[in-house]
C-alpha cells in the first residue's frame, strides 16, 4: 500500500467527521442534510479507494447503490426541509420536536 | 328401503329452512300446513325404513353421510344408526310430532307469531331425530342441544310476559348443569376408545375397567336427569308449561324429556359394565322423584302443572325401569306415556282454548257436556294414565312394576305408592275439569275474595326470610317463585254469558287418533301370552347381557296385575269420593307444602339469593382481584417501562445523531478489541 491510497483514506475520514460534526452542531435543517451527504460521500470514497486497492470491482458496485439511494433520500429530505419552511419559515431541526409522540 | 333413512330427519328440516326463509309470506294456516306436511312425509319414511329394518330382522344398520370433524385422530361423522331402539324412537316421535302440528294449526290460530312458532316446532323434530338417529355420541350431543335450543326458545314463545322469559331461562339454565355431565362423558369416552361411534363403543363396553365404566355412567346419567327432570334438576320442567300447550305435549312431556331415558338405554352396556350402585342410583332417583312429584300433582291447581308434575312421575317410572335393568320396559312405558300424556296435554289445551285461556281447575267443572270429543279422549287419557285396564298406561307401568317387585321389595312400594296417587291426582284433575257443576261465573266473586294487598304481604313476608338487608331483586324473586310453585289464580276476564265451547277439527283430530293409540297401546306387548311380547322380542337384541331376566312365575304375575288394578280403581275411587261427591274437605289433602312442590323452588331461591349470592361474590371478588390483577399487572408493568423508555425520546435529532454515532463507536471498539485479541 503505497502514500497515495492511504491519502484517500484519510481524506474520506476528514470528510466524514466534518460532516458528522456538522450534523451535530448545526440546527437548519439544510446545513444538516448536506452534511449528511458529505458523509455518505465520504464512504464512498472509501468503497472506491478500498476497491482500486483490493482490486475488486464491487467497491465500485456499491457506490452506485448508495448514489441511488442518496437520491431518494435527498429527494424526501428535501421535500420535508420544504413542507416545513413552509408552514414555519426559519424553523430549525430542533422546532420538529413538537412532532414528538 | 333403510336408505331412505336420511330422509327422516332431511325433512323436517327443509321444513325448518322453507319457514324461516319464507315462513312469514306463506301465513296462516300455509306456514302451519307446510310444516304439518313434512313432519307427516317424516313419519311416512319413518314407517317405511321401519319396515325395511323389520325385514332384516332388526339388525343395527349404519347410514354414513358426510365426514364432520376430520381432525387427525378424532373423526366424527354425520351418520345414522338405525337399531330396533331407534327405530322404535322415530316412529313415535315423528307420528306424535305430526299429530302435535296438525294441533297447533288450530291451537295457535291468530297468534301473531304464527309462522316462527312452525319453525321452532320443525326446528325440534329435526333435532330431535338428530338425536336419536346420530350413529356417534357427540352427534346425539348436538341433538341433544338443539331440542334445549327449541324447548327454551318455545317455552318462552309468548316472551313479552316476563314469567314466560325466566320459565325459559330456567329451563335452560338447569339444562346445562346436566349438560356439562354429558359433555364430560363424551371426552371420557373419547379417551378411553378413541372413537365416540355406538358402533365402536358399545361392543367394547363390556371390557371397560370398573372405575372407567362407573365414571362414565354416573356423568351420562346427570346429563339425563337435567334432560328428564329427575330430582335434584326437576325445577324447570313445571315452570316449563309457560309454553304454549302443544309445546308442553310434545316436547315436555312426549319426546325431548324421555331423551335421558332414551341416553342410558342406548349405552346399557356401559351401566352394566359399571359399579352395582350405579343402576341402584338411577333406580332410587326415579322411584323418589316419582313418588315426590306425585303428592306435588295431587296438590295442584293449574291445569298444566298436574300434568307436568305427572311427566316428572312417569319419567320417575322411566327410570326406576333403567336402574332395575328392564329398559325394554321403559321403552314401552316411554311410548305409551308418549301416546296418552300428549293426548292428555292437548285435551288440556283444548279446554284451556275453550275456557278463554283460564287454566285454574278451579274455575272449570261440568264441562263433558260443553266439550264432548275433548271430554271422550281425555277419559282415555286418564284411564290410562291412572293405570285401569285395558289402556294403555296400565301395560306400561306394570311391566315395570313387576320387575322392580322382582328385583327389589322397597322400591316396588314406593312406585305403587306413586302408582295409586297417579289415579288419585288424574281422578281429581277428571272430576275437576269435567264434572261437577259449572264453576267458571264464580270466578268474578273469587276475584273479589283476593284480599287487596296481597302483593305486599308476600313481599313482607320474603323479606322476613331474607332479612333486612336483602336487595330487592332478591326479593322479588323469592316472591316469584313462591307465586310459581303456590296457589296464585291467574283469571282472564271472560266476556257475559260466556260458555265453553268445542274446538275445530285441527284440534279434534289429533285426540281422536291418540286416544285410540292409548286404548290400543298395550298391545305392543301384552303380558300373555309369551307370544305377545312383542316389543320385548324386537328391542332384545339392543339390550343383550345386560338386561334383567323376569323369573317370576305366571301366578304371581297375575297376582301382580290384579294388585295394580285393585290400587288404580281403589285410587280412582278415593278421587271420586273426595272431589267429586265433596264428602271431605279437599283443601286439607291439598297442603301448602305439596302445593308449593316440597318448598324445593323456594328452597333454591332462598340459597341462591342468600349463602348462594355471597359466593357468587366472593368469585366475583377474587376474579377482580387476583385474575384480573394478573392481567392487569403484566399490562401496568408494561406500560409503565414505556413510559420509562418514552424519556429518551426527546426529538431533538441531533441527539439521535449522536446516539447513533455513539453507538457505533462502541461497536467498533468491540469488533476491533475482538479483533485484536
Redesign the interface.
Known sequence: MDGVDAGYLVLSAILFSIG?FG???R?NPLI?LMCVELMLNAVNLTFVAFGMMLGDLAGQVIVLFVLVVAAAEVVVGLGIIVAMSRRRPGAT??D?????? | MLELAWLIPALPLVGFVVLVLAGRRLGEPAAGWLGTVMVAASFVVSCVVFAGLAANGGDPFTQTLFTWIPAGDFVVDIGLYLDPLSGVMILFVTGISALIHLYSIGYMHGDPNFSKFFIYLNLFVFSMLVLILGDNLLLTFLGWEGVGACSYLLISFWFDKPANATAGKKAFVTNRIGDWGFLVAIFMVFFTFGSLNYADILPEAGGLAQTTATFIAVMLFIGAIGKSAQLPLSVWLPDAMAGPTPVSALIHAATMVTAGVYLLSRVNPIIAASADWVPDLIAWTGAITALAAAFVAVAQNDIKKVLAYSTVEMLGFMFLAVGIGSYWTAIFLMVVHAFFKALLFLCAGSVIHGMHENQDMRVMGGLRVLMPVTFITYVAGWLSLAGIPPFSGFFGKDEILIYTFQENKALWVVGMLAAFLTAVYIGRQAFMVFFGEERWHEQMARLAVVPPGAAEQAEDEAVEALGEDATDAQVEALVASDAAAGDEVIFHPVPEGFRPHESKWHMTVPLIVLAVLSLVGGLLNLPFPKSAHFLEEWLAPVFEGSATKLTLSTGTIVIMLVVSTVVAVVGTLVAAYIWLQRRVEARRLEPALFANAWYYDAAISRFVGGPGTTAFEATATFDATVVDGAVNGVGGGVTRAGQALRETQTGYVRRYALAIGVGTLLMMAYMISRVVA
Open positions: 458528522a450534523l451535530l452542531v440546527r444538516m431541526a430542533d420538529i420536536r413538537v412532532l414528538r409522540g
